[in-house]
Structures are given as C-alpha cells and as structure tokens.
C-alpha cells in the first residue's frame, strides 16, 4: 500500500515538472470549454493556466423550437448555454436560475488569451421540404463579405432512379433566390449573436460558428474581426436597425448563380438540381475569384465535386437591395 502510494505521488511530482507552455499546448489541443472548465478544479496550477488557453471551442446541446418565442436566437442560446452556467457556478440555487441571462460573451469572460474559437450550435437554421438540402459558408467583418451556397433536391441511386423527381424544383428561378435568401438570414443572425463575443476578446484572431448538421459556416478571421470592433462606436440608430431584427442587417449584394440539372459524381452517384450561388457586397466585393470562394467553402468530399462541375457551367447576375 505504501509503495503504491509513492508511486503515485512520484507520478504526480513528474507532472508538476512539466512546464507551463507544454501544460498550455495540451490544453489548446483538448479545447472544449466544458471539460478546460472542470480542469480548473483539479490544482491551483490548472486554476491558474486554463483561463490563458487560446484555442476554444463551445458546444451546446439543447434544443428549444423556433417556435417557442419571437427572439428565436436569444431563448435558443439562453437555454443551450444553462448547462455551462451549471458547471461555472454549481452552488447556485434553483431560485436563482432565470435571474441572469447567459450568453457566450459571458462564458468566455473567464478566458484572458482567446484566439481561435468555433462555436457550434445542435441544429441547422433552415427549414426545408423534405429531399432539400442546402449547404452554405458567410465570411463577415462588420458585415457581409461573401457567402457561398449549394443547394439541390436530393441525391439519387448509381442509375439515377427517382421515381418522384421533381424537375421544376430547383429549376425555377424563385426557388433558387429563396434559397439564397434564407442562407443570408440565417448568416446574418448568426453573426449578430457574436458581436458581444468579438469586442470584448481582442486578441480574437479567427472565430467560426457552425451547426452540427453541418448546414452552414459564419467565419470571421483577423481583419474582419478588427473591422467588426471598430465598428463598436457606430452611432445608436445604427445599433437599433440591427436590434429590430435580432440580426445583423445585410447589404445590397451581387449574386452570381450556376445551376444543372442533374449531375453525376464518382461512384455514380447522382445529385439533381444543383445550384451555386456566389454572393458579395455591391460595394467592394473583394478580389477572390468564385472558384477560390466556393471550392474554399466546400473542397472535399461530393459538395466539392459539385461545385467544381458548376464552376464550369455559364453563371446569371442577379441584384439584390439590402434588407
């Protein structure tokens, strides 16, 4: 028993022997904000080193109907982030649950040196009839720089058997704006929500929200990030226009779209009614080409196979106001 015991206090001397910066990089590579949160408890040491952690990311995992409340996005996140409020404050009485409103900057305020974040929520934006599917990635600074969204009907058998296929689906020009649309409202809230996140973490260098269905992307790298703090003094109105619609507003935009009937991948496998459409701001688009944006957005796997037989295909303009 003894000797068992001074095994396990040697054990724990050697760890104590390991540096700071090393404890740090294990860290950064664990990332989950959940568990980093109960490293705290286990020494001083961890106490001290876990709120100097760079790389973050927050999972939450309830799920409350869009339904439930006008403020969608707010009661979304009030309620998905409880569980981490639990594990900050686990003393805390039930009586005193809904005095406080949580959100992410609050949970992150524990963290000095943040970096890189990702912030995933459980479920997609969209509500599409069944067979849809739509996949998209926003970059933003203080607002849209460029989204990029795929969408198509369904993905058919080697022989391309789809005895319910529709061909007007995705054929038609209004589907395909509706699509785009609902991809920019979606970005747009989901930037809104970070806008607390960015201004009080200004060491941020890359932040990304995505879902675990994996629908859609809003990042922000370095200079959007600083674009989107100076923009922290912008005159009250300004602020009201975002607060009316719980969403950052989106700018009058260029969308370039390519669509195909039905297109063949590897394995044979068929998708129907693809639809590309690049998306900027009328004013100052950026440089990047629509191929560097849209096999950026989806480079792998058959999204990126899609994408790069459309790139092919001849591209319409269309126009949008800002709303």
């Keep these: 028993m003894i000797i068992i015991k001074n095994q396990m206090v040697e054990a724990m001397n050697g760890f104590d022997r390991l540096p700071d910066s090393l404890i740090l990089l294990i860290f950064n590579s664990i990332s989950d904000i959940k568990t980093l949160i109960c490293c705290r408890s286990v020494s001083k040491r961890f106490n001290s080193l876990v709120p100097q952690t760079e790389s973050l990311s927050l999972k939450v995992d309830c799920v409350i109907s869009p339904e439930s409340d006008s403020g969608s996005f707010f009661t979304l996140l009030k309620y998905l982030l409880k569980s981490i409020h639990d594990l900050l404050k686990p003393d805390t009485k039930p009586t005193t649950r809904n005095q406080t409103q949580n959100s992410p900057a609050r949970i992150l305020n524990q963290f000095d040196r ?15 009839e069944k067979g849809a599917v739509i996949k998209w990635r926003a970059e933003f600074g203080k607002s849209l720089k460029s989204c990029v969204v795929l969408g198509f009907r369904r993905v058919a058998n080697s022989e391309g058997n789809n005895a319910e296929l529709d ?38 260098e890359r932040l990304v929200l995505v879902d675990r269905e994996g629908e859609g992307t809003v990042a922000m790298e370095k200079e959007g990030l600083r674009e989107c703090r100076e923009e922290s003094g912008v005159a009250a109105r300004g602020v009201d226009r975002q607060e009316e619609g719980r969403r950052t507003v989106v700018p009058s935009v260029r969308m370039r779209m390519r669509h ?7 394995d044979g496998v068929w998708v129907e009614g693809v ?20 096999l950026g957005a989806f480079g792998g796997g058959i999204y990126g196979e899609a994408v790069q037989v459309l790139l092919k295909n001849e591209s319409y303009l269309l126009e949008m106001n800002s709303f």
């Design 114 to 128: 943040i970096r890189d974040l990702q912030i995933e929520l459980p479920a997609g934006d969209l509500k599409l």
């Design 167 to 204: 061909i007007d689906f995705a054929g038609g020009l209004k589907t395909r704006v509706v699509w785009t649309i609902s991809a920019l409202i979606a970005a747009s809230a989901r930037h809104y929500l970070l806008n607390d996140v960015v201004k009080e973490h200004r060491e941020m």
């Design 260 to 266: 195909e009937q039905r297109v063949q991948l590897k």
């Design 275 to 294: 639809t590309l459409v690049v998306v900027r701001p009328c004013n100052g688009g950026g440089d990047v080409e629509d191929a560097e944006l849209a």
